[in-house]
Nanobody
């Protein structure tokens, strides 16, 4: 079992930046592909970005390409999401998730395959 705790959310103006962190305990994160998802009010939870166990292979939703960057520090058991050029439509609760079953160089955009989830952190972007 792995426990995930997100932090770093908050209120920011459009065009600003935030860095989210996802700290893990219980198991080493190097054994998991990691993903960030988000859920806005009244909407489905959607994939934002994923990073494979390799730490090299990443996948981004089209809506965040060029603005968001995922990284992982296995020594700190932490995954990060750097968010730049934020837009009001980025407003949502952001969740990190861990997937034990993906291939070494793959991270899935499907939320159904993720085994563990954090409690989420709110990101609000004002216009």
């Amino acid at each position: 079992q792995v426990q995930l705790v997100e932090s770093g959310g908050g209120l920011v103006q459009a065009g600003g930046s935030l860095r989210l962190s996802c700290a893990a305990s219980g198991r080493t994160l190097s054994n998991y592909a990691m993903g960030w998802f988000r859920q806005a009010p009244g909407k489905e939870r959607e994939f934002v970005v994923g990073i494979a166990r390799s730490g090299i292979n990443t996948a981004y939703a089209d809506s965040v390409k060029g603005r968001f960057t995922i990284s992982r520090d296995n020594a700190k058991n932490t995954v990060y999401l750097q968010m730049n050029s934020l837009k009001p439509e980025d407003t949502a609760v952001y969740y990190c998730a861990a997937d034990a079953g993906s291939l070494y160089s793959y991270s899935s955009p499907r939320k159904e395959v993720y085994d563990y989830w954090g409690q989420g952190t709110q990101v609000t972007v004002s216009s």
